[in-house]
């Protein structure tokens, strides 16, 4: 069994399961899955209003649809505008998603370079099939977004961390621009 699993096959299987579970997003998707028991379809569906008022003014009170701040939302609107229809935006949505495990694989890889680039890409990859975040890339949901953006925040931190000299430079700068957009996205995110 040993030598069955060496570096390029569990690469392999990295890239077969990122696929596999990626296409499955993909017929979640066709099928309009919610596996948060309607939760996340139902704050888009209650959203949405909400995003086609922002293609008129950016400055709209939003508290009768949702408490958190505009980032999310006017990137929607934007995509709205761009591709013209409510479906094609979930698809873009679903499609810029299924990064996330690409971003926190090529975070693992900083942190850990010893490890099997393999093993990183499998764990990477079981993020696509966590209910909660499938369920958020099929109806586009904030906290994808957060996600996207504090992923890059660690990534760009992590490569100021790994300078030699520890000085204010576009890494150190990324992270900062990077971590303030994720809690602006999400509040809680103001721990990290």
């Known amino acids: 069994m040993k030598k069955f699993m060496n570096e390029k096959n569990y690469y392999l299987v990295g890239i077969l399961l990122y696929s596999i579970f990626s296409i499955s997003i993909f017929l979640g998707?066709?099928?309009n899955e919610?596996?948060?028991g309607r939760g996340t379809s139902n704050d888009f569906i209650n959203t949405w209003e909400y995003v086609l008022?922002?293609?008129d003014n950016y400055f709209i009170d939003s508290s009768a649809w949702t408490r958190l701040f505009p980032i999310h939302?006017?990137?929607l609107s934007i995509l709205y505008g761009l591709l013209g229809s409510e479906y094609s935006v979930r698809i873009l949505f679903c499609t810029l998603s299924i990064l996330i495990p690409f971003i926190f694989y090529k975070n693992l890889r900083l942190k850990y370079k010893d490890t099997i680039k393999g093993k990183l890409l499998i764990l990477a990859s079981i993020?696509?099939?966590l209910p909660y975040f499938r369920s958020s890339a099929i109806?586009?949901?904030p906290h994808i977004s957060a996600m996207f953006f504090l992923l890059f925040s660690i990534y760009f931190f992590q490569k100021w961390?790994?300078?030699k000299i520890k000085q204010l430079n576009l890494n150190l700068i990324l992270n900062i621009i990077f971590l303030a957009l994720t809690v602006?996205?999400?509040r809680y995110y103001v721990f990290f």
């Open 127 to 129: 993020i696509l099939i």
């Open 34 to 36: 919610d596996a948060s």
């Open 161 to 163: 961390h790994q300078d």
């Open 184 to 186: 602006y996205t999400r």
């Open 139 to 141: 109806w586009p949901n």
């Open 29 to 31: 998707l066709l099928i």
């Open 53 to 55: 008022l922002l293609q």
């Open 73 to 75: 939302y006017i990137f």
